[in-house]
């Protein structure tokens, strides 16, 4: 049993008859009251994100999990099909518990919690950053901007990415997982 001063990011817990883990949290110490913890808490099972407050020494369940890395390989529908790199045995995992995988491409590499008790895959965390391709993106005309204007642009993946105007076809871009934002253009 842990407390809610044990909550943090990433946390798998046992919650409402369901795993739940946790994507953000916010610990709270208001100038009169007890402390307490704000969180957004993910369902490993649906996929639906739901706000939760827990007080100061409030008993949580966690469930202990274990993190193994695994390739992407495909996808067939809502179904995605992912390769131990230890063992080469395969998995398939459902796109609801995936956090972005619009910005997956085959041959990623991920890091799959998985449930220790018994060995049902939890959830898929992507690296903090890939790089794609850009594949179509409208032609950026100089001088019709103020500051930082950004147009949309599709990449290899087929995920929709706001890029700013210098950004051209063919260009590859470091993009934010947790986000889904561009971050900059990489050299060749």
Same mark, same amino acid.
């Given at each position: 049993?842990? &407390?809610s001063?044990?909550?943090?990011?990433?946390?798998?817990? $046992?919650?409402?008859?369901?795993? +739940?883990?946790i994507?953000?949290?916010?610990?709270?110490k208001?100038?009169?009251?007890?402390?307490?913890v704000?969180?957004k808490?993910?369902?490993?099972?649906?996929?639906?994100?739901?706000?939760?407050?827990?007080?100061a020494?409030?008993?949580?369940?966690?469930? $202990?999990?274990e993190?193994?890395?695994?390739? +992407?390989?495909?996808?067939e529908?809502?179904? +995605?099909?992912?390769?131990?790199? !230890? !063992?080469?045995?395969?998995?398939r995992l459902?796109? !609801?518990?995936? !956090? #972005?995988?619009?910005?997956?491409?085959?041959?990623?590499?991920?890091?799959?919690?998985? =449930? &220790?008790?018994?060995?049902?895959? /939890?959830?898929?965390?992507?690296p903090?950053?890939?790089? /794609?391709?850009?594949?179509? #993106?409208?032609?950026?005309?100089?001088?019709?901007?103020a &500051?930082?204007?950004?147009?949309?642009?599709?990449?290899?993946?087929?995920?929709?990415i706001?890029?700013?105007?210098?950004? =051209?076809?063919?260009?590859?871009i470091?993009?934010?997982?947790?986000?889904?934002?561009?971050?900059e253009?990489m050299?060749?």
């Amino acid at each position: 049993m842990a &407390t809610s001063s044990d909550i943090r990011k990433g946390l798998c817990i $046992r919650y409402n008859n369901d795993i +739940y883990k946790i994507i953000e949290f916010l610990h709270v110490k208001p100038g009169k009251g007890p402390a307490f913890v704000r969180t957004k808490l993910k369902s490993v099972t649906t996929g639906k994100v739901i706000d939760n407050t827990f007080s100061a020494g409030h008993k949580i369940e966690d469930v $202990r999990v274990e993190t193994h890395k695994f390739q +992407y390989l495909y996808n067939e529908g809502d179904m +995605y099909h992912f390769m131990n790199t !230890d !063992d080469y045995s395969q998995i398939r995992l459902m796109k !609801d518990i995936l !956090d #972005t995988p619009e910005l997956m491409k085959e041959g990623e590499i991920v890091t799959v919690l998985i =449930n &220790t008790e018994d060995s049902a895959p /939890l959830s898929v965390e992507m690296p903090a950053h890939v790089v /794609l391709e850009v594949t179509s #993106t409208e032609p950026g005309v100089k001088g019709n901007t103020a &500051t930082n204007a950004t147009k949309p642009a599709i990449v290899e993946t087929g995920a929709e990415i706001n890029v700013p105007l210098f950004i =051209n076809e063919g260009d590859k871009i470091r993009i934010d997982t947790e986000k889904g934002q561009y971050q900059e253009r990489m050299k060749e």
